[in-house]
């Protein structure tokens, strides 16, 4: 059943997000589009709680209880950032906005990029870990909660890992290519 309200989740995150920019751009129906697009959080209200009462009427914890609070964490880490970049990109292409600037490809400029972007898993890590932890004491038999704990250390081995990758830009910052050189024009001695 969770696994089930995990992919409906993702298709109403996805169909709401193209609802709110239809209705926003197409439609020029910027608030009508803004109400939709502020109703997905409510996607993740509903796992939520739904995963609560899977869990309060006897269920086994297990992957799919882990797997719901890892989506919910990198919902809340990077989802806001998805919706804002696909945001720019409709504004440009349906309403004749501003092309949306890309991200830095170069330098130290990219390293704080991807440094921000780190940022965002290491808050979804940090929530599905508060959610695990609450699932945990919720449950209140340690016996039954393994299961939960292991999600717990694979959250923080991801955002470990997406960490040294982002650290691998600061220490390895990535040049830009390199203008060509002028030529020279050749010094002229006037004689006079």
């Not at 796992?47 to 309060?56: S, W």
């Not at 209880?65 to 989506?71: E, K, N, P, T, V």
């Not at 949306?100 to 991807?114: F, I, K």
């Not at 870990?129 to 081995?157: C, F, K, N």
Request: proline share 7%.
């Amino acid at each position: 059943m969770v696994v089930a309200l995990i992919v409906i989740c993702e298709v109403g995150f996805w169909v709401l997000l193209a609802a709110g920019l239809a209705t926003r751009y197409l439609l020029k129906m910027p608030r009508t589009g803004a109400a939709l697009l502020l109703c997905e959080p409510l996607l993740e209200v509903v796992l939520l709680v739904a995963t609560a009462i899977d869990l309060k009427n006897g269920a086994e914890p297990s992957w799919e209880h882990g797997l719901a609070a890892l989506y919910i964490g990198y919902t809340v880490g990077h989802g806001h950032r998805t919706v804002k970049w696909l945001d720019g990109h409709a504004a440009h292409r349906l309403a004749g906005g501003p092309r949306p600037v890309p991200p830095p490809r170069y330098g130290m400029a990219r390293a704080r990029h991807e440094g921000r972007i780190w940022l965002g898993t290491l808050v979804g890590a940090a929530v599905a870990t508060v959610l695990l932890w609450l699932a945990i004491l919720y449950v209140d038999d340690p016996s039954r909660t393994d299961t939960l704990s292991g999600w717990m250390g694979g959250a923080w081995r991801a955002a470990g890992i997406h960490g040294l990758i982002a650290l691998s830009y600061f220490v390895w910052p990535r040049k830009g290519p390199e203008e060509p050189e002028k030529q020279r024009e050749p010094i002229r001695v006037s004689r006079g």
